[in-house]
């Protein structure tokens, strides 16, 4: 019996380093158990003013002891396949340590048990790019794995998008500086040949 | 300050100096006129276009996201950030033989300044294209620092200095991928703003670079070793020659054109890597975006040795064997180069590729060197414009091997990486066509007919018999009579001896 234990032990631990050698959990194992909504104004949201309301509770249809591994939830804005289209670096990928997807964190909350709605508010940051986008919430357990998740729009990710526009990140202070060191530039380089010329004619008067 | 009026003895400088009055030492740590100032403003001006040329590359991820940009619209600024040099380089080659280096040097760093500042003003991928085309324009003070280098110092150390100051000049582009995320960073985190205002606040260092170092070349050089250029065409020893006639002598070298494909597989292939080593990392080893820039600036700061080295061992080969010397140098490093990109290619784990990047990178920038320690004996008339040529040919090569095996999805960057290092190897054989008939080839000794081939007949060959009876060939004759050392030591002995009808030194010079 403490053979078959160790052993038990043993491969449990090994199946362990297996799951980290692989890299991440893999997003086709997970379950949509947790039900998401995100709620904003009208229209195209302006990144810096605009605030999104998202909600999360798990799924009353979801079979009891479904969130038994649950601690924390992290709410994550996640871009449409729409707006990965010929941008690598927001690929999806199954591999969750290499999806690219959801960048964007939103809020990160424990996981609160009975089945309550949480919600939370959040301001649209100022270095989200223009683009379209939904919201996805992921359960992490005790060792900060993914185990499920929800989002707000369908599989294919098609439905309940909403828009982003990005800050331009120009300000009328810059572009004043930008045109006086421009006007100083070349100010200095004709300057420099008019004074270089004046000198060699006088240079000939002589 | 030089005194212009004609009674120029030696002792004036601080180093010694061959007929020319060219250097026949480099003194690193001096900053005295005429020789060690034009040095180093020369090399930092090309420095500080490196940088600005690539200051966007590492900040990428972050433009990216405030412009909307997609993949495609990246590698275009990419291509688009070493094409537009390809048109100032020739330009700028016909300056600096028509007017001289330092004009053309500051006017290219004073102008490029407000082009730097204008990121300010960036909202689309158009718009981001367009500057960084414009940006690149200013890779052409590659011509002016090495032609200004060229009439500072003499032949036999040529490779040398032309490869300290190339290489050290190059290093901007690996300065560069640590400096701007610094920047950003600084930017970020003490002045408070937000990621899409820094990375265009970052982008004012550079420019005020540009500013300093213009304003600095105008105060502070001084074209040649005598004095200006204007000053010296009034006293009449310095001649004014034309446009066409520079023209004709660039085109019609056959050695022009092959060092323009040349020189493509050796500083084409360092700017594309430039342009996408970084990403590479990133992607295939899935490191850290920090990490990744680190290794990128690794390949471009091996310029501050490799380019060097490869300028050395030109000379130092050129002691023993002569302009064959130089060019076998040539073939081998650069064969290497492209051997070790294939290698580069085909790693599968990071301390391989590392290891084949970096091996990569000496062979690829050593070969940079030494093109640049045979381009000074090409021709002496039109050595601006071909200084040019050659440069413009190394950018058309860094633009066609991105847009080639880059910038398509047709295959991975590792196997782009593979076939350009393939491509190198191949398009540098033709190195052992460039023959010269007093000094020979890779493969054949220096020509016999006629009772030999001398330094004084190949360099006097670019005037015709009108320009002769004026006199204005001597500069070229003093050329010819100091690039003598380019026999190797096995000719020595015939060297010393100025051939009949070559009468170099003019009556008026003591």
Same mark, same amino acid.
């Given at each position: 019996m403490a053979i078959l234990q160790r052993f038990l032990l043993a491969s449990v631990f090994v199946s362990c380093l297996v799951a980290t050698c692989y890299g991440g959990v893999s997003f086709k194992s997970l379950h949509p158990t947790l039900t998401v909504t995100a709620t904003h104004k009208e229209g195209v949201l302006k990144a810096g003013l605009d605030n999104i309301t998202v909600t999360w509770a798990l799924d +009353?249809? /979801? +079979? /009891?002891?479904?969130? /038994?591994?649950?601690?924390t939830i992290k709410v994550k804005l996640c871009y449409a396949p729409v707006s990965q289209?010929?941008?690598?670096?927001r690929k999806t990928k199954d591999d969750l340590t290499k999806d690219k997807t959801c960048s964007h964190k939103i809020v990160a909350k424990p996981y609160i048990a009975g089945g309550a709605v949480a919600t939370a508010t959040w301001t649209v940051q100022r270095d989200v790019p223009t683009a379209k986008y939904f919201v996805r919430a992921y359960a992490h357990n005790a060792s900060d794995m993914e185990v499920a998740y929800g989002q707000t729009t369908s599989t294919e990710k098609k439905t309940n998008l909403f828009d982003i526009e990005a800050v331009t990140g120009r300000h009328v202070s810059l572009d004043i500086a930008s045109i006086c060191f421009s006007a100083f530039s070349v100010v200095s380089l004709f300057g420099f040949f008019f004074l270089e010329r004046r000198k060699t004619r006088i240079a000939e008067a002589k | 300050m030089a005194d212009i009026n004609g009674s120029m003895s030696a002792n004036k400088f601080d180093l010694p100096v061959d007929s020319e009055h060219k250097a026949k030492t480099l003194k690193i740590l001096s900053f005295k006129q005429p020789h060690m100032r034009s040095f180093h403003l020369a090399w930092i001006s090309f420095f500080t276009c490196f940088i600005s040329t690539f200051a966007a590359a590492p900040l990428v991820p972050i433009i990216r996201d405030n412009l909307n940009l997609t993949r495609s619209d990246i590698g275009n600024a990419g291509v688009a950030s070493v094409s537009g040099s390809i048109a100032s380089r020739l330009i700028m080659g016909v300056i600096c033989d028509l007017i001289a280096p330092r004009y053309g040097c500051a006017f290219l760093n004073l102008l490029t300044a407000p082009v730097v500042f204008s990121v300010a003003f960036i909202s689309s991928a158009q718009g981001y294209i367009a500057v960084r085309f414009m940006i690149g324009f200013s890779l052409a003070t590659f011509v002016s620092c090495q032609y200004w280098t060229s009439v500072m110092f003499t032949s036999s150390i040529i490779g040398t200095v032309n490869g300290v100051a190339g290489g050290w000049g190059d290093m901007g582009g690996g300065v560069t991928q640590l400096l701007m995320p610094f920047l950003f960073h600084m930017i970020t985190t003490y002045g408070g703003a937000t990621p899409f205002t820094a990375w265009r606040i970052a982008f004012f260092i550079p420019g005020w670079l540009h500013i300093i170092i213009g304003v600095m070349v105008l105060a502070l050089g001084q074209d040649f070793p005598d004095g200006n250029l204007g000053a010296l065409q009034k006293s009449g020893d310095v001649a004014k020659d034309k446009f066409s006639k520079v023209l004709k002598h660039a085109v019609t070298n056959y050695r022009t054109w092959v060092f323009f494909l040349l020189y493509g597989f050796s500083m084409g292939v360092e700017l594309c890597i430039n342009n996408v080593i970084a990403e590479y990392f990133y992607d295939r080893f899935n490191l850290k975006l920090h990490t990744a820039g680190i290794i990128a600036a690794t390949f471009g700061m091996a310029n501050f040795a490799a380019r060097p080295l490869g300028g050395y061992a030109s000379d130092v080969a050129s002691r023993k064997f002569g302009m064959r010397g130089r060019l076998w140098v040539l073939w081998i490093v650069q064969t290497l180069g492209g051997v070790f990109c294939i290698w580069l290619g085909r790693a599968n784990s990071l301390s391989v590729a590392i290891a084949s990047m970096i091996l990569f990178s000496i062979g690829a920038q050593a070969a940079c060197g030494a093109t640049y320690g045979i381009i000074p004996f090409v021709s002496r008339r039109s050595l601006g414009l071909i200084s040019g040529l050659t440069g413009a040919g190394g950018n058309f090569g860094g633009g066609l091997t991105q847009l080639i095996f !880059? =910038?398509?999805?047709? !295959?991975s960057t590792a196997s782009g990486l593979t076939y350009m290092g393939a491509m190198a190897v191949a398009c540098t054989i033709p190195v052992a066509v460039v023959h010269f008939p007093q000094w020979g080839s890779m493969f054949l000794p220096p020509s016999k007919k006629g009772g030999g081939c001398t330094e004084e007949s190949y360099y006097s060959s670019e005037w015709n018999e009108e320009e002769r009876m004026k006199g204005l060939h001597h500069g070229s004759v003093k050329f010819a009579e100091n690039s003598r050392?380019?026999?190797? =030591?096995?000719?020595?002995?015939? $060297? $010393?001896v100025t051939p009949p009808g070559y009468n170099s030194t003019p009556a008026h010079v003591v």
């Open positions: +009353p249809s /979801a +079979p /009891a002891g479904t969130d /038994a591994s649950y601690k289209v010929d941008r690598g670096w | !880059f =910038s398509t999805t047709r !295959f050392s380019e026999r190797g =030591s096995r000719h020595e002995i015939a $060297a $010393a």
